[in-house]
T-cell receptor, first 114, second 110 residues
């Protein structure tokens, strides 16, 4: 089966600019996650979707970050305006709801804010 | 917040030796999972152990779970240079949410 697709692979922007990341999960996976991984740290959950509904966005900085999953398939994560501390790898993952399997992660988008 | 805490933060061994990494967590869990991350890449799921299991094997991997001590260990036997990566434990709750630790950087020297 195809893996989790993410784009772009790399992005460099200036602070205060906006940026968007795209994720296409594995076909049939109802649950989609966005994680932020700062260099040298473990991934931190930003938002969890179940189909097109939000399950958990408690750690999403809502003043600048937004995410949507229209039609319950692919998803976009947006940052506006970006700050220097947003420099990180943004990972998308998906899993089958109701099955206790591991997540499948995409390769991530490496964001550098200068 | 990150629930799992891996120990050690970094581990360097020779090829052929065994590598043991530990993970401690704070709250009750539904399951615990281990992931590997090669530099600059996404995470790869290695193994999942349920809260009612004590030990699980997969190839050269052995995972143990002690819920009374809220800890888990990952043993990689007969390590290879290709095992060089960061290893993360992640605790799973009832809402299918995974919380990751900070990871152990394993270096296997040829």
């Amino acid at each position: 089966e195809a893996g989790v697709a993410q784009s772009p692979r790399y992005k460099i922007i200036e602070k205060r600019q906006s940026v968007a990341f795209w994720c296409n999960p594995i076909s049939g996976h109802a649950t989609l996650y966005w994680y932020q991984q700062i260099l040298g740290q473990g991934p931190k959950l930003l938002i969890q979707f179940q189909n097109n509904g939000v399950v958990d966005d408690s750690q999403l900085p809502k003043d600048r970050f937004s995410a949507e999953r229209l039609k319950g398939v692919d998803s976009t994560l947006k940052i506006q305006p970006a700050k220097l501390e947003d420099s990180a790898v943004y990972l998308c993952a998906s899993s089958s709801f109701g099955r206790l399997d591991g997540y499948t992660f995409g390769s991530g988008t490496r964001l550098t804010v200068v | 917040s990150q629930q799992g805490e891996e120990d050690p933060q970094a581990l360097s061994i020779q090829e052929g030796e065994n590598a043991t990494m530990n993970c401690s967590y704070k709250t009750s869990i539904n399951n615990l999972q281990w992931y590997r991350q090669n530099s600059g890449r996404g995470l790869v799921h290695l193994i999942l152990i349920r809260s009612n299991e004590r030990e699980k094997h997969s190839g050269r991997l052995r995972v143990t779970l002690d819920t009374s001590k809220k800890s888990s260990s990952l043993l990689i036997t007969a390590s290879r240079a290709a095992d060089t990566a960061s290893y993360f434990c992640a605790t799973g709750g009832s809402n299918y949410k995974l919380t990751f630790g900070k990871g152990t950087l394993l270096t296997v020297n040829p």
